[in-house]
């Protein structure tokens, strides 16, 4: 597990380090918050992301991001639409509303790619959370701010060894999604066993449910089975159980039922990738780049996870599911 964690907290560190070092060094105030925030020139920056309603994970994202515009005096415009042509239209309006930032997931790439140039050429700067690492950069984005996807699949992958499972099922919500399909290759490049993806529809539980237990009754050698977000994980629980299965579960993205699961063993682990540090991050860096010209990362991406949490150093996250505030509760990515 150690080499995992160590990727997920050095990303973690580096972008807290570069943060400081522009606090420190650059734009008076900015992350300081409270009056010497709103000596800032105030800045107006727009988050577009491709979150379903209802899933909760973007909340998380959310509440990083509104923490820090409240720090660095921004206005926060927040939309989202998980049909890439819409979620488009939603960049394209945002350059419409005069922003001077624009934060965007690039789960849908190619249906985004117009209207980020748009804004490029428009001279507002672009940054991507949580999907997109691969096409940040030909699409003329400054940063990313992420986990990256195929590293927490491998990650997943080693658990499982370790696990000593032999036959397990890595089940994605939304066809087409770059990072979720990344996940399940990264867990297929590591997993000593066989892995299959089995494709269900996330915005229908029951049919989660149902396609999930329908495998585990036809095939009874499915000893594992990997979510890729904390409410399938719990809807998977329910699968394994009905189907009878004795398969361990275990998930991407974590909230507090999540960590109550593996607290009490019956899901076996979960991956983390901060997505509170995604929607902080990301929109501070708006500020840093106003009123510096200051990148994190150098324009590489910068690393929110993956870390994985188990039983080993589950209370060293406690804080954040135990009675926390509601930005630490993670849902799917």
């Known amino acids: ?20 070092a522009g606090c420190s060094g650059g734009p008076a105030g900015a992350g ?37 515009a409240e ?24 350059v419409d509303q005069g922003v001077d930032g624009i934060v965007v997931t690039l789960a849908k790439a ?37 986990q990256n996807e195929f590293i927490a699949g491998q990650a997943a ?36 066993g066989e892995s299959e993806v089995l494709y269900v529809q996330g915005t229908d539980m029951t049919n989660v449910a149902s396609t999930i237990t329908s ?12 979510t890729l977000g904390a409410p399938f994980a719990v809807t998977a629980a329910d699968s394994i159980a009905d189907a009878g299965s004795d398969a361990v579960l275990a998930t991407t993205d974590l909230n507090s039922e999540v960590f109550s699961a593996i607290q009490d063993g019956s899901m076996v682990f979960g991956i983390d990738q901060q997505p509170y540090m995604q929607g902080f991050s990301s929109t501070e860096a708006v500020r840093l780049y106003h009123d510096g010209g200051y990148v994190l990362g150098g324009g590489q991406a ?28 993670e849902d799917e990515g």
């Open 1 to 20: 597990m150690g080499r995992w964690t160590t990727i997920g907290l050095a990303g973690t560190a580096a972008a807290a380090a570069l943060v400081l």
């Open 32 to 68: 300081a918050g409270g009056d010497a925030a709103e000596d800032l020139d105030p800045l107006k920056v727009a988050l577009v992301t491709h979150a379903a309603p209802g899933d909760t994970f973007w909340d998380t994202i959310r509440s990083g991001a509104e923490d820090a």
């Open 71 to 94: 720090r660095n005096n921004l206005e926060l415009l927040y939309s989202s639409d998980p049909d890439g042509a819409r979620q488009a239209q939603l960049v394209e309006q945002a």
């Open 110 to 146: 190619d249906a985004m790619s117009g209207a980020v140039s748009a804004a490029i050429d428009s001279g507002i700067p672009v940054f991507s959370i949580n999907a997109g690492e691969e096409q940040y950069k030909d699409l003329g984005v400054l940063a990313h701010f992420g």
């Open 157 to 192: 992958g080693e658990q499982f060894n370790e696990g000593g499972q032999s036959n397990v099922i890595c089940v994605i919500q939304e066809q087409g999604h770059v990072g979720l399909e990344s996940r399940c290759e990264g867990l297929a490049d590591t997993f000593e």
């Open 215 to 226: 495998k585990l009754q036809t095939d009874s050698s499915i000893d594992g089975v990997l």
């Open 302 to 329: 910068v690393l929110t996870g993956p870390t994985v949490v188990n039983a080993e150093n589950l209370d060293s996250v406690a804080a954040q599911f135990e009675g926390g505030d509601d930005e630490s509760v």
